[in-house]
């Protein structure tokens, strides 16, 4: 069996284009504009990257976006001064920070400084504790956007065993959570692997729906997977560089092999990636109808 492709790119194509349509007509009928801030400090290439496409992700869909690049050595009471003004920003419904920041900057004094009504992330501890109660706000993008991709390609989760490897604050954690809830779209029975997990494969082995991040290069290989998983790979990694100079990308999946006995699978690139973004807008679209009462 050769896994049907599960395709980020096209399914956050659908999303934007319902989306796009959102947004026009709540400037029509409410003359509401919804805005994101970036913030980005240092210059990773890789968020460099991540933050453009959020950006013009935003001007596709007629999103007021704002943009600051800080430099890497910035302190962190200067972060904290903008995201206060921003916070006070009535244009402003939407504020993200890339992760990772530099290490002399405390992720969770910023994460916490974000009015929890504009954290399109859903990194702040409310946002995380009323996603564990049932009650979310705003999903964090990643897990969102997986649960989205399962979703629209007809993926059943009810009552499946799902197997995430890894127990990331960004991922792992929340996809977790998502994913276990007593609504549809999720029921699922989950279990999450991480470092410590002391006989790996015979769970990865188990999963009828594998996802992992774990963010190791090409470490899911076929032997760990039963025939007719569903793989949900999450990891991004530059490894190298073609003649023209463009990246070549992998996933946490060594994806040649394991598309072999799967019965679907997401690509890298093309797959997670995309919908990060697309779930980004869906929650400052969202944060911006939650600002006006709607
Ligand atoms: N605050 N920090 C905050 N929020 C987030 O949601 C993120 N994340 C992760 C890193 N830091 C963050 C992202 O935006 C990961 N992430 C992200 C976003 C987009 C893509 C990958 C990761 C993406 O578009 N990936 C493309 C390949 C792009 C490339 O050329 O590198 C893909 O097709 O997978």
């Known amino acids: 069996m050769t896994a049907e492709i599960i395709s980020g790119t096209a399914i956050s194509r659908q999303i934007r284009e319902e989306l796009k349509q959102e947004v026009a007509q709540l400037k029509e009928k409410h003359n509401i504009i919804p805005g994101l801030v970036t913030v980005l400090v240092g210059e990773d290439p890789a968020s ?83 996603l564990m109660i049932g009650e979310p706000d705003y999903l964090p993008c990643t897990p969102h956007g997986i649960q989205e991709l399962l979703i629209r390609s007809g993926i059943e989760t009810e009552g499946a065993d799902i197997v995430v490897v890894g127990r990331s604050n960004i991922v792992g954690k929340p996809v977790a959570n998502i994913l276990m809830q007593k609504r549809a779209g999720a029921n699922a029975t989950v279990t ?43 990891g991004v990694h530059r490894i190298g560089k073609t003649k023209e100079g463009k990246n070549i990308l992998c996933g946490d999946v060594d994806f040649e092999s394991v598309k072999e006995k799967a019965k679907a699978i997401t690509p890298v690139p093309g797959g997670v990636g995309p919908m990060t973004i697309v779930m980004l807008m869906t929650n400052t679209v969202k944060a911006a109808k939650l600002a006006a009462g709607l």
């Open 192 to 234: 999450v692997c991480h470092t410590r997990t002391r006989d790996l494969v015979s769970h990865t082995r188990r999963a009828d729906i594998l996802i992992v991040a774990a963010g190791k290069p090409k470490d899911v290989t076929a032997d760990m997977v039963k025939e007719g998983v569903v793989v949900i790979d999450v």
């Open 48 to 130: 460099q990257s991540y933050v453009g496409s959020k950006v013009r992700t935003c001007e596709e869909l007629g999103i007021y976006s704002e943009r600051h690049d800080l430099p890497a050595d910035i302190d962190e009471q200067t972060l904290m001064s903008l995201i206060d003004r921003l916070n006070k920003d009535p244009k402003i419904n939407g504020i993200l920070v890339q992760l990772p920041l530099p290490k002399h900057i405390s992720e969770s004094n910023v994460l916490i400084a974000i009015d929890p009504r504009k954290d399109v992330d859903g990194f702040h501890p409310i946002n995380v504790g009323k």
